[in-house]
């Protein structure tokens, strides 16, 4: 069975048309990765998916860290200190930091960052991240020119005063948002997200879109390099045909999670095994947007009957067994879960209930999902179950960048999206901010409901505590209730190494700790 197996993996290499030209063999200064998808940008301050979250530490660096249990760790600061009505903190940054050009990192960086972060002009998706600081609203608004709550009150060191209390605010400082820019960089470059500079341990010298990405160590890092002095990016390698590559020693790690296909051949070889990586950061869930701004997703009974249609314990098998049946948008292992919803599979019910909103005869629909071939079965499954209550599935699969573009851009266009939701840090919030209020920065379906919005902005300014996980629970029942998302399952991700690396681990903020990669 092995041996057809890979003959298998072997065809599929040809018909997606890996050519063995394209491979960097790696060397021994030389770390090789794969990736499925190109990188949206390289501006930490637009990007906002797990590609680009990857690759980010690689080039910038942050004021703070996430360690290995996911407690802020000094980066750029070397201390800092929180008032203790938590409203102000203050970060004095390290000696003889510099980004990769060799100027000196001062306080008037980090202030250009964050307000940068702000800046209409920007249009950040991950702006809200830091809409609590003093002033913010009023920048933004054009009543200010610049954030009163961020004050340089020397060179090495600034201060950032909070309107509200933030109890997340130290994970987000870690997060890519939070990443420190060079302003003559971002003012002076034909094109910043793809000539970016920051201070992290490596600079990028290539990027051929759709093809690779080529990166050296940065001659001006200011702290231990690591242990390889060159990184390639390949692009538009298949996780399958990327493990193909690992395995045949022509790369070194992927950016995605190994392949369903892939898991049990890798899982029960005692040796491949050894290189599986088991994820500890951004806990997910796989969900269906439905454009609520008018057609059939416009009506509760509709978006109620296609939920109860999914057959979701189908879903986990083509997972492997690997993910658990999602009833609500916050992972089973995240505090504030409810752990008592669920969603009943009941097509029967959900024909009544098309019935009753005038389509006792169907309609027909399409969504927008990307190539990756999990999520087509996912999707495909789905298909099959709705088909059953008499609503046609199309399925419309496109390039994770362009998926991303019409997300932002032309949400209106579309029935339904199709994405995996991986939490930026380990508290409820996060799903409900991004997704589900009025003014979400990932909202594509237009989802509002001012119930929600009003109970989240109370329960946001909780502490962290049972009163803060209970209302949170309360707070997702009524998202679930009204059927805000379709939440699928929540998916349990392995990365996938070569057996020339030593000390891979997982990260919370970045899925891999690259800086501790060594070789053998």
């Given at each position: 069975?092995?041996?057809?197996?890979?003959v298998?993996?072997?065809?599929l290499a040809?018909?997606?048309g890996?050519?063995p030209s394209l491979?960097q063999?790696p060397?021994?200064e030389t770390?090789?990765?794969?990736?499925l998808?190109d990188l949206q940008?390289?501006?930490?301050h637009i990007?906002?998916d797990?590609?680009t979250?990857?690759t980010?530490p690689?080039v910038?660096?942050?004021?703070?860290?996430?360690d290995?249990?996911?407690e802020?760790?000094?980066?750029l600061?070397?201390s800092?200190?929180?008032?203790?009505?938590g409203m102000?903190?203050?970060?004095?940054?390290?000696?003889?930091?510099?980004?990769?050009n060799?100027?000196?990192?001062?306080?008037?960086?980090?202030k250009?960052?964050?307000?940068?972060?702000?800046?209409?002009?920007?249009?950040?998706?991950?702006?809200y991240m830091?809409?609590?600081?003093?002033?913010?609203?009023e920048y933004?608004?054009?009543d200010?020119?610049?954030?009163?709550?961020?004050?340089?009150v020397?060179?090495?060191?600034?201060?950032?005063?909070?309107a509200r209390?933030e109890?997340?605010l130290?994970k987000r400082?870690a997060?890519?948002p939070?990443m420190?820019?060079?302003?003559?960089q971002?003012?002076g470059?034909e094109?910043f997200?793809r000539?970016?500079?920051?201070?992290?341990?490596?600079?990028l010298?290539?990027?051929?879109?759709?093809?690779r990405l080529?990166?050296s160590?940065?001659?001006?890092y200011w702290?231990?390099?690591p242990?390889?002095?060159?990184?390639?990016?390949d692009?538009?390698?298949d996780p399958?045909?990327?493990?193909l590559r690992?395995?045949?020693?022509?790369?070194?790690?992927?950016?995605d999670?190994?392949?369903?296909?892939?898991?049990p051949r890798?899982?029960?070889?005692?040796?491949l095994a050894?290189n599986l990586?088991l994820?500890?950061?951004?806990?997910n869930?796989?969900y269906?947007?439905?454009n609520?701004?008018?057609?059939?997703?416009?009506?509760l009974?509709?978006?109620?009957a296609?939920?109860?249609?999914?057959?979701?314990?189908r879903l986990?098998?083509?997972?492997?067994n690997r993910?658990?049946?999602a009833a609500?948008?916050v992972?089973?292992?995240?505090?504030?879960?409810?752990a008592?919803?669920?969603v009943?599979?009941?097509p029967?019910?959900a024909?009544?209930l098309l019935a009753?909103a005038g389509?006792?005869?169907?309609?027909?629909?399409?969504?927008?999902?990307?190539t990756?071939?999990?999520?087509?079965?996912?999707m495909?499954?789905?298909a099959?179950?709705w088909?059953?209550v008499?609503?046609?599935l199309?399925?419309?699969?496109?390039?994770?960048?362009?998926?991303?573009d019409?997300?932002?851009?032309?949400?209106?266009?579309?029935?339904?999206f199709?994405?995996?939701?991986f939490?930026?840090?380990l508290?409820?919030?996060?799903?409900?901010e991004?997704?589900?209020?009025c003014?979400?920065?990932?909202?594509p379906g237009?989802y509002?409901?001012?119930?929600?919005?009003?109970?989240?902005a109370?329960t946001?300014?909780?502490?962290p505590?049972?009163a803060?996980?209970?209302?949170?629970?309360?707070?997702?029942?009524?998202?679930?209730?009204d059927?805000?998302?379709?939440?699928?399952?929540?998916?349990?991700q392995?990365?996938y190494?070569?057996a020339?690396l030593?000390n891979?681990t997982a990260h919370?903020a970045?899925q891999i700790?690259l800086?501790?990669?060594?070789f053998?």
């Amino acid at each position: 069975m092995k041996t057809r197996f890979l003959v298998l993996l072997v065809l599929l290499a040809a018909l997606v048309g890996v050519m063995p030209s394209l491979a960097q063999t790696p060397d021994a200064e030389t770390l090789v990765i794969t990736s499925l998808s190109d990188l949206q940008s390289f501006d930490p301050h637009i990007g906002y998916d797990t590609v680009t979250w990857f690759t980010y530490p690689l080039v910038y660096r942050g004021l703070v860290g996430l360690d290995s249990s996911g407690e802020p760790s000094p980066e750029l600061a070397e201390s800092w200190t929180i008032s203790e009505d938590g409203m102000t903190y203050t970060f004095v940054l390290r000696d003889g930091i510099m980004f990769s050009n060799g100027r000196a990192i001062t306080a008037e960086d980090i202030k250009y960052s964050f307000t940068r972060l702000q800046s209409p002009d920007t249009a950040s998706p991950t702006a809200y991240m830091f809409d609590m600081v003093e002033g913010t609203a009023e920048y933004i608004a054009g009543d200010a020119t610049e954030i009163s709550g961020i004050t340089v009150v020397d060179e090495k060191t600034v201060e950032f005063k909070l309107a509200r209390p933030e109890w997340t605010l130290m994970k987000r400082f870690a997060l890519p948002p939070g990443m420190i820019v060079a302003r003559e960089q971002v003012e002076g470059a034909e094109n910043f997200a793809r000539e970016p500079l920051g201070a992290g341990p490596f600079v990028l010298d290539s990027w051929e879109s759709g093809v690779r990405l080529s990166f050296s160590a940065n001659p001006n890092y200011w702290r231990e390099s690591p242990a390889y002095s060159k990184v390639v990016i390949d692009l538009a390698i298949d996780p399958t045909v990327g493990a193909l590559r690992i395995e045949s020693g022509e790369a070194d790690l992927m950016v995605d999670p190994i392949s369903n296909s892939d898991y049990p051949r890798v899982a029960t070889d005692p040796a491949l095994a050894e290189n599986l990586v088991l994820s500890v950061g951004f806990p997910n869930t796989q969900y269906i947007i439905p454009n609520v701004r008018q057609g059939p997703f416009s009506d509760l009974r509709v978006r109620e009957a296609l939920n109860i249609a999914i057959d979701r314990e189908r879903l986990v098998t083509i997972y492997n067994n690997r993910a658990i049946p999602a009833a609500g948008p916050v992972p089973n292992n995240v505090d504030g879960d409810n752990a008592d919803l669920s969603v009943p599979f009941d097509p029967e019910r959900a024909k009544t209930l098309l019935a009753e909103a005038g389509f006792a005869d169907g309609f027909s629909v399409s969504v927008l999902l990307t190539t990756d071939p999990v999520d087509s079965a996912v999707m495909q499954a789905v298909a099959e179950d709705w088909a059953a209550v008499g609503v046609t599935l199309e399925l419309r699969p496109v390039e994770f960048a362009q998926w991303l573009d019409v997300a932002y851009s032309s949400p209106e266009e579309v029935d339904l999206f199709y994405i995996g939701w991986f939490m930026d840090y380990l508290d409820p919030s996060n799903v409900f901010e991004p997704l589900l209020t009025c003014a979400g920065s990932f909202n594509p379906g237009a989802y509002c409901n001012a119930d929600i919005d009003a109970a989240f902005a109370a329960t946001k300014e909780l502490p962290p505590g049972d009163a803060r996980w209970q209302a949170f629970s309360d707070l997702e029942a009524l998202a679930v209730a009204d059927v805000a998302n379709m939440y699928l399952v929540h998916v349990q991700q392995y990365f996938y190494h070569s057996a020339r690396l030593d000390n891979v681990t997982a990260h919370p903020a970045s899925q891999i700790d690259l800086d501790a990669i060594t070789f053998k």
